[in-house]
């Protein structure tokens, strides 16, 4: 069989792919350009299905799903192709339930969350004492962080045993580990969590639905319509749809790149699959161990995403947003929900099962899992849950081509002695994906970031002259530990006025409280105090 020949082949027609063909297209429309996908649709870990509503039938993301105002790459994408954006609602009582199946559901309408005065104080310093260490990450370069070794030799679950004084807030932060990335404390690196936040401006901007934050807007008609939308632009004759790569061969002269059923030849491939994926394609020669080793080692998280149509949204007539936050000590199967009426006003709630939740539920039958959704939404919500138009769910595990979302995660000692392969290039092979971003890591957004990079790697070496002057400066030297700090968006973000005055008053009532009545919490703060001095006197020795 005689193979095909292209200038560039492109693996995976998700975000980052069909952003990477789209710069080149731009950059330079003779070059031949071919992308090869798994699934038979574009868009990856984005996808918008139609379900019944209340006005006949309407479209939901079962993927990826909200942008923020600082996630410029996706937000420039948006404005490209004509798109538009809606706010995330997010006005009426919150519901929040930690402590317990027993314990008390509290609401609250702020984006502080209905914690006790202890419990908020212990968060602020909690999270105070993060964003501290998010500001000293370098993304680009994370083994350079001080302190580098220490801070990912631990996992997230050890960082928060040592370092929160609450059981609630130990709860609480495995409910953000879990909404946030489908997984555990426990299994990721924290100098990775460090680094994941800080690519997003803190650790604020993951959480909350405020400006700033990534729950902040969603795109009219659905989020895969960005990938639609760029493979007309690359057109759809260049993208083939059921072609898996299986292996990538190079020599001197071409790569090869092959699927079940073709070969190709190509002077250069980028391969967009999420990391676990990537480790599948057979590569020859072997690429270097520690690349080998870092993919084969970044477990990805696990997500089942569902859409609750109704008649009308009769949480928000009954004061609510839609908003639901519940620990896994509560009983519920989900963490997190929230409103998701569609722009043509049909009612919904979208919901997340993630991490051992989702290890959990997903082996039930799909009947259990509804009606254990249901139960909770009445109880949260009200009686008028149970009366629903379609329940449709999505669990990414089980997609072929994906196995699991919303992203990968490093386990600990990756970062400081692995990382380094994560973005080089092996010969002609060039990886995207969002795992690779240094903006937004994670989410759509890194992912247009990291094909827009990779694209460039590759114009670099197939048509320099096509690249901007910046853009060959970035390829030749890579950035400094100080350019790309001071690319992160964390400058911007600052925690909102209402929480420092929280800090403030929740200092002065938590200490009051804590010396009165509990030997043992004079302890912690006593060990809290002494480390804070540590810390402090570590740091001058730093500087
Ligand atoms: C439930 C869920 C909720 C999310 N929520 C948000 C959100 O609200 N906001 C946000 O910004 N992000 C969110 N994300 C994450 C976001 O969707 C991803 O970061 C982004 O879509 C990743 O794009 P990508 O191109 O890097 O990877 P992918 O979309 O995974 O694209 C990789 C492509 O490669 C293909 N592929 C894999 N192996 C092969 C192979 N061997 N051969 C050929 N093709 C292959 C895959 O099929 C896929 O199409 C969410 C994701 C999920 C699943």
Known sequence: MTAE????????????????????????????????????????????????????????????????????????????????????????????????????????????????????????????????????????????????????SMTLHSYIKQHAWTAELKEEMGLCSRSVFGMEPSQMSFLFF????????????????????????????????????LAERVGWKNVRLGSAVTAIWQDAEWARVTTTTNTFLCRAVIVTCPPHLAAKIHYQPALPSQREFLTQNMPVGHMIKFIITYQTAFWKEKGFSGEIVAGSSSGCPFCVTFDATSPSGNAALVGFIAGEQASQWSSEEGGERREAVLSSLVKYLGCEAASFIHYEEKDWAKEDYSGGCPVNVMAPGLLTYYHPSLRKACGRIHWAGTETATLWCGYMSGAVQAGQRAAVEVLAELCPMALTQEEQQAVEHSLTVKDAVKQTPSSKHTYPSTTKAVVVATLAIGAVLLLAHNQNALLKVKSYLTNVFSTTTQNIFLL
């Open 5 to 152: 020949i292209w200038d560039v082949i492109i693996v995976g027609a998700g975000l980052s792919g069909l952003s990477a063909a789209h710069l080149l297209r731009k950059r330079n429309a003779k070059l031949k350009m071919l992308i090869l996908e798994g699934k038979d649709r574009v868009g990856g870990r984005t996808v918008t299905t139609e379900i019944p509503a209340a006005n006949g039938v309407d479209r939901w993301d079962f993927g990826g799903q909200w942008v923020g105002s600082t996630q410029t790459h996706i937000l420039e994408l948006i404005k490209e192709l004509g798109l538009e954006t809606f706010p995330q609602f997010n006005i009426g009582k919150k519901v929040h339930h930690t402590g317990g199946p027993g314990a008390k559901v509290r609401t609250y309408r702020t984006s502080i969350p209905a914690l006790s005065p202890l419990v908020l104080l212990d968060l602020t310093q909690l999270l105070w004492k993060i964003d501290r260490l998010c500001a000293t990450v370098c993304v680009q370069d994370p083994w350079r962080t001080p302190n580098a070794v220490e801070l990912d």
């Open 194 to 229: 460090l680094m994941y936040a800080a690519a997003a401006g803190g650790v604020l901007p993951l959480l909350e639905s405020t400006p700033g934050s990534a729950q902040e807007l969603k795109i009219k008609g659905g989020t895969q319509q960005l990938s639609q939308c």
